[in-house]
C-alpha cells in the first residue's frame, strides 16, 4: 500500500464491501449482501434471480456504461465482464471492436457474439446503438445459459436492454460529452541522417557500394536534403462530441420514454468522419388487470467515411463483398516509408517511392462512405391467464439498408509518376427480417419448492439483397456519377437470398429452499 493510504476497501462476490482504516493488523468478517443475491436479472426470454440462476452470466448497468464516455457499444464492455475480451483492431470512427466471449471458438468461422436488444436478434452495426439509450447489458458466457438460442449462440449472447418509462412526472435529462483522440503508441523513428549513414555503413560492411555518398549524409545533417516526419504531416487529433436528449414519465397505466441522440466523431487521419443521429420510443400501456402491451420504435441513421489509398484500395472489381476499400494501407506507409522521401514539395509535387505517396492520397480527399440506416420495430402483449400463468406474444420487423460508395482518384505525382486510371465502386445492400415469438411463463412458489417453466415458438422470414457496381477511366475526378466512367470497363455483381426459420424451445427450472437448483433447456430449429 502507499504510505499516503488511510483506508482500505475489503470486497467479495455476493459480500457487502467494507471500508477499514488501514492498521499493521486487521481481521475483517464480511456480511453477505442479500439485496446483490436477489437482485433481477435479464436472462434468455425472461427473468431469473441472481441467487437462483444456474449458468454463467454477467450484468451491466447503464451507469458504469455511460461513465465510460465512450462512442461504441463494444468499448464499453471492455474490461466489464470476467471472460470477455474485446479488442479495437482498427481507430477508425463506427467502427465495431472486436468482442470474444470465452475465447475463440472458431478458426474459420465467425467467433462475433449473438446480440439480443428488446428481446429482438440485432444484425446491424452495434455501435451504432447509443449508450445513453441502453438500461443494462447481460452478457450469457456459458453454454448452459445461451443454448436455448440455439446455434446461433454458440460464440456466446449479449443481451441488451433498453431504458423504459417509470411512474412519475415527466423527466427530460440532457447527455453529452467532447473528448478528444489522439494515437497512444508511435514508432519513434529516427532522422534522415541517421538512417541515411546507418544504411550506407551496413551496406559497406556487406562489401557494397553505398546508398548515399558523404555529401549527401551531410546534406541530410545540415538540412539541405529532406527529413519527412511522415507522422507529424498525416495525423492530428481526433474530436468526437455526443449529445443525447430524452424525456419520460406516465402513470400506472401508461408509461413512456422517448430519445433523440446525435454523435459527431474525427478520426485521426483527415477525412475520416461519422456522423451518427438516433430516436427511440419505448411505450408501455396496462389496459386492464390482465393485459399489458408494449411497443418499441427505433431509427438510427449513421453515416461515416475513411480515407483510402491509390495502392491495394480494397476496391473490388468483381464485387467481392469480403473485399472493402480502407485507410490500411495509408498507415502501412506510413509506418514504412523513409524519412529522406519528400513528403510535399513546394510545387506541389510529391516524392514518391513504388506505391505512391500516403500524403498525396490524403490531400486529394479520396475516401469510401458508408451509409447506413436501420428500423426496428417491436409490438409485445402479455396476457396474465391466472395467477403465475403468463402468455406473451412478440411481432418484430427490422429493416437496414447501406450504401457503399469508394472513389479512387487519378493522382499526377510529379512529372515521373501517377496513379492507375480514378474508379469508382458502388454497392447497395439491404435486408428485413420479421419475426414472431409466442411465449408461455409460469412461475410459483409450492412451500419450499420453486417451479418455473416457459415454452416458446418463434418463426422468422429473412430476406437479403446485394448489388455492386464498377467503372473506371473516369474523365475527370470531379465526375463522380457511375455513368460517367469508361461503359466498357463496366462490372456489376448482385443477388438475393431468402432464410427462413420455425423453432420451438423450452426451460424449466426447480429450487428447493433457495439452496438446491435445477435447470434445462432445449430447443429445436427448422430452416430453409
Not at 517511392?353 to 451509409?371: C, E, F, H, M, S
Amino acid at each position: 500500500l502507499p504510505s499516503s493510504a488511510k483506508t482500505l476497501v475489503v470486497s467479495f462476490v455476493g459480500m457487502k464491501a467494507q471500508e477499514i482504516g488501514v492498521k499493521p493488523k486487521v481481521n475483517v468478517v464480511l456480511e453477505g449482501d442479500n439485496q446483490m443475491l436477489d437482485e433481477v436479472m435479464i436472462v434468455a426470454y425472461g427473468t431469473a434471480k441472481k441467487s437462483a440462476f444456474t449458468g454463467s452470466a454477467a450484468t451491466i448497468k447503464s451507469e458504469k456504461i455511460t461513465s465510460r464516455q465512450t462512442s461504441n457499444v463494444t468499448n464499453a464492455l471492455s474490461g466489464q465482464v470476467a471472460g470477455v475480451q474485446t479488442t479495437s483492431n482498427s481507430g477508425q470512427p463506427g467502427k465495431d471492436a472486436e468482442v470474444r466471449i470465452r475465447g475463440i471458438g472458431s478458426i474459420s468461422a465467425s467467433n462475433k457474439p449473438l446480440y439480443v436488444v428488446d428481446g429482438v436478434p440485432y444484425d446491424g452495426e452495434i455501435s451504432a446503438i447509443s449508450t445513453s439509450d441502453i438500461e443494462s447489458m447481460t452478457v450469457l458466457k456459458d453454454a448452459a445459459s445461451a443454448a436455448i438460442y440455439g446455434s446461433k449462440a454458440s460464440n456466446g449472447v449479449i443481451l441488451i436492454t433498453t431504458k423504459r418509462g417509470k411512474t412519475g412526472k415527466p423527466r427530460i435529462s440532457y447527455n453529452g460529452y467532447v473528448g478528444f483522440q489522439k494515437p497512444t503508441e508511435m514508432i519513434d523513428r529516427i532522422s534522415s541522417y541517421d538512417y541515411a549513414r546507418l544504411y550506407s555503413q551496413s551496406m559497406i560492411d556487406e562489401g557494397l557500394n553505398p546508398r548515399f555518398n558523404e555529401t549527401d549524409i551531410e546534406n541530410f545533417r545540415n538540412g539541405t536534403s529532406p527529413n519527412t516526419d511522415w507522422y507529424d504531416e498525416a495525423y492530428r487529433t481526433g474530436v468526437q462530441h455526443s449529445h443525447n436528449v430524452s424525456v419520460s414519465g406516465g402513470t400506472e397505466n401508461a408509461k413512456y420514454m422517448g430519445s433523440v441522440g446525435y454523435l459527431g466523431q474525427t478520426g485521426i487521419l483527415p477525412n475520416a468522419d461519422r456522423q451518427q443521429f438516433n430516436a427511440r420510443t419505448n411505450l408501455d400501456l396496462k389496459l386492464n388487470s390482465r393485459l399489458t402491451v408494449r411497443l418499441n420504435l427505433a431509427y438510427i441513421k449513421n453515416d461515416y467515411s475513411d480515407p483510402i489509398s491509390s495502392y491495394a484500395s480494397g476496391i473490388s472489381e468483381t464485387g467481392d463483398p469480403n473485399s472493402a476499400a480502407s485507410s490500411d494501407q495509408i498507415i502501412r506507409q506510413l509506418n514504412r516509408i523513409a524519412p529522406w522521401i519528400v513528403g510535399r514539395a513546394e510545387d506541389g509535387t510529391y516524392g514518391t517511392i513504388g506505391d505512391g505517396n500516403p500524403l498525396a492520397w490524403l490531400d486529394v480527399n479520396q475516401t469510401v462512405d458508408r451509409k447506413n440506416q436501420n428500423f426496428s420495430g417491436t409490438l409485445s402483449a402479455d396476457y396474465k391467464i391466472i395467477d403465475g400463468l403468463v402468455a406473451t406474444v412478440t411481432g418484430s420487423y427490422v429493416n437496414n439498408q447501406q450504401h457503399y460508395r469508394a472513389f479512387q482518384k487519378y493522382i499526377q505525382y510529379n512529372p515521373n509518376k501517377e496513379t492507375e486510371p480514378n474508379r469508382l465502386e458502388e454497392r447497395f445492400t439491404g435486408w428485413h427480417r420479421a419475426n414472431f415469438d409466442a411465449l408461455l411463463n409460469f412461475d410459483r412458489q409450492f412451500g419450499e419448492h420453486g417451479l418455473k417453466a416457459m415454452a416458446g415458438w418463434h418463426t422468422e422470414k429473412y430476406d437479403y439483397t446485394y448489388n455492386q457496381q464498377f467503372r473506371k477511366n473516369f474523365p475527370t475526378n470531379d465526375l463522380t456519377d457511375i455513368a460517367a466512367g469508361d461503359a466498357a470497363t463496366q462490372k456489376n455483381n448482385g443477388y438475393t437470398r431468402e432464410l427462413a426459420m420455425i423453432s420451438w424451445f423450452g426451460r424449466i427450472n426447480y429450487d428447493y429452499a433457495g439452496k438446491y437448483l435445477l435447470e434445462g433447456n432445449i430447443r429445436s430449429d427448422a430452416s430453409s
